[in-house]
DNA sequence: GATGAATGAGCGTTCATTCAT
DNA sequence: GATGAATGAACGCTCATTCAT
């Protein structure tokens, strides 16, 4: 049995305590987002549904933007951790059963979390340090074009950037469309339909 | 019979000049959109740089929102009227060269203002009067689906609306993402290779 | 039979126009007096309600406290004008008999137009030219020393002077407040029982 | 037992601070109201003169009107107080002495701050939150009636009720129409013939 | 005279940010 | 470190008034 230590050292406990109030106004900031919407998400606001002085808020964060920035970040950590946990295995799939694995995943990406993706898809104007809030991060072009290599010979493509870009792009925008703007279509069934529709868009893509 | 006078009523002066002030606020917020961003776009810089006062900013517009619906509208306007010009012919064309067709009619209306095109993709709050925004507005599922029905038989798929909006999401998202997010690709080869590319996506889907 | 002139002579026509205009001009400001409150009645407003355009409004009167102080003015002539309808026969009528008809008549003069009476008492800021607005013009003063004058001798008070702002001001204060603090005072009932007392508090004071 | 520290809690000072700003306001908004009237009290003017910013301002008071609602508040505690510190002995005396005195004490009240008290009087409006604030506060009434109830059997009236709103509605008009009004009168001994007026009326009222 | 588009000072208000305590 | 009172530039918007037509 691991001896604990009686007392922890101060110096952790502050960490702890920084932590705690980083991660407090994080939360924050995605929960006034998601009610109040950027426009009418104060600094002042935040910082009070955070249980923290406006002043610790400027000891943790230079501004706004970078509140902002930190709940986009945590976001897709999120996503990527979802896209992470569910891509075991698809690399040794037929490319079939692949991508409708992969849509399948886009789908549940954008799952995560949903009425603070919308806001930070709708409302959060990508300028000055947002502007790096692209709607699918690089990583997943990457995880695509890997797959693509190591399943070459049974594609019809011939630029594998190229088609990653393609695939990728359609799929995000399939997904994003369907499940912001088409909520209604969110039927079990309408989802599927439309999963399966889009894994057969890239199919046909990829096999000619 | 009463002699109608030959010189016009003498209202349409003082319409001209109303006409000419709304014109001008609408065109003073697309550069300041494009100059500025959507934040910094206030209505008595709009006004200003209109060479208008702000009292007559709102004599024709109701507020800041409204001037950007006003920007977005004519936007789109110039929008569907490139496509429209385009368009001759394109309903007898066969499914490849019409897809093609589509394809680059796509990557022309993209590059119809595109820093503009961009602000309004990226700054523009889905918020309020500005929710209803679409960046591909309806009439393009409408013309497509248009397409797609009067050539269904040369077609492998079976639900036309889907079909419809798997393709028409796809081809935007690809422009768009081309044209907004990866300016180097600009080259014209560059260009080409992705319209062929985009094209050739909804082909194989289109024909199975 | 008076003949009647076939055509009326262009001047009076014109005339007549003017006059209709300004009518028109100081009825549109006290409806809009009573129906928005002094604050949000506008020029703009007022001329448009009006039927007329704001042009014309400044060619009749000089600005915005003008056309107040005309409905003012016209409020009141239309309160005197009851009075004197009323005042038939008080002169030479007893003390108590005279003043409980003057009692009367401030209470009827009150529900002349109620609501129009209260935004002039309540929301009219006595300032600049509407400084003039006293609640009780002082024709009241006048009208009731003459009456005090003629009755010199049934009276136990030395100064009429003193007496008559006295007792103007109490029925004058009386009245408006019941009218206007008191609205729930004046079933038929209540309102004769403050009508008596009034009249009881002015005579006791005269015949000591 | 844990031991008191001799000195205070440290955040008195920043409470007193709040104090300070709080006053300041308040007494700015009625230097303001006083020296340019209610239309040109701003809540910027205010806050410069206050020697505060308008942040600060609207820190404390949701807006212009609760700035007036405090001045109004503040004046009426301090006319309060005044009749108040006037009263004492008042409920022991015999009709013409009391009432005397009420009458004096009257005067007394209108001449705190007379030219506020006008401000007050002529120029707020009475809409929104400043709808409910009476010249004279209902306190007034209860006071009144007190002193009428336990002298019940010296009166020659039957309901002391609506005899207490005319003897406060006369007495407050009286007194306000003779400071405000006509400021000539205000010589010591026209002054006090007006109270022996306003007296005798009130008197002679009460004891038929 | 009549029109109504145009004006622009000024209003009430918000909020990112600072800094004395 | 933490606090929260204070800041003040800047915003959206109104409206009495003017003046070219």
């Known amino acids: 049995m691991v001896r604990r230590p009686i007392i922890k050292p101060r110096k952790v406990a502050s960490q702890e305590r920084s932590r705690a109030t980083v991660e407090a106004l994080i939360e924050a900031t995605a929960r006034i987002l998601v009610r109040d919407g950027f426009e009418r998400a104060s600094t002042n606001r935040i910082a009070e549904l955070a249980g923290v002085s406006v002043g610790s808020l400027y000891q943790y964060f230079p501004g706004k933007e970078s509140l902002v920035a930190a709940v986009i970040e945590r976001h897709q950590q999120e996503i990527m951790q979802t896209v992470r946990d569910e891509l075991a295995g698809v690399l040794d799939m037929p490319v079939e059963q692949a991508v409708r ?15 603070l993706h919308r806001v930070l898809a709708e409302q959060i104007p990508r300028v000055g340090k947002l502007e790096k809030v692209a709607s699918f991060n690089s990583e997943n072009y990457a995880l695509f074009r890997t797959y693509l290599e190591s399943h070459r010979d049974e594609l019809a493509v011939d630029d594998l950037e190229l088609a990653s870009f393609v695939c990728v792009t359609s799929i995000e925008a399939l997904t994003h469309n369907a499940v912001l703007h088409h909520s209604r279509m969110l039927s079990d069934e309408a989802m599927e339909a439309l999963t399966e529709e889009g894994a057969r868009l890239v199919i046909r893509y990829l096999k000619g």
Not at 107 to 114: G, L, M, N, S, Y
């Open 101 to 115: 694995k992969l849509v399948a995943i886009a789908v549940k990406a954008h799952r995560v979390d949903p009425k």
